[in-house]
């Protein structure tokens, strides 16, 4: 059983930046990929960036198309911590970021998932 827990979110003007943070328990936190999703309202939730095992994969990352270049995930496991760096935001940016976790080389599907934190971008 994994908890998640988000903070950091905000309301920030278009170009700033923001580090959302994706505290969890328990004692494998690196047997995990943690994912953060966004949904904005009207829209359904999509995929942002995922991070990969160190142990088992290298903590390879992967980001959509729509973040690359602004937004950088990142994982400290000594903290069970997974962070999104998010620069140069954009109105488009704004939705609740939700982080989620998924055993790594074993679930294909997203098994946790936080309550989420908001993030406005305004202009």
């Known amino acids: 059983q994994v908890q998640l827990v988000e903070s950091g979110g905000g309301l920030v003007q278009a170009g700033g930046s923001l580090r959302l943070s994706c505290a969890a328990s328990g004692r494998t936190f690196d047997n995990y990929v943690i994912g953060w999703f966004r949904q904005a309202p009207g829209k359904e939730r999509e995929f942002v960036a995922s991070?990969?095992?160190?142990?088992?994969?290298?903590?390879?990352?992967y980001y959509a198309d729509s973040v690359k270049g602004r937004f950088t995930i990142s994982r400290d496991n000594a903290k069970n911590t997974v962070y999104l760096q998010m620069n140069s935001l954009k109105l488009e940016d704004t939705a609740v970021y939700y982080c989620?976790?998924?055993?790594?080389?074993?679930?294909?599907?997203?098994?946790?998932w936080g309550q989420g934190t908001q993030v406005t971008v305004s202009s």
């Open positions: 991070i990969r095992s160190i142990r088992w994969s290298g903590g390879t990352t």
């Open positions: 989620a976790a998924k055993r790594d080389k074993v679930s294909m599907q997203y098994d946790y």
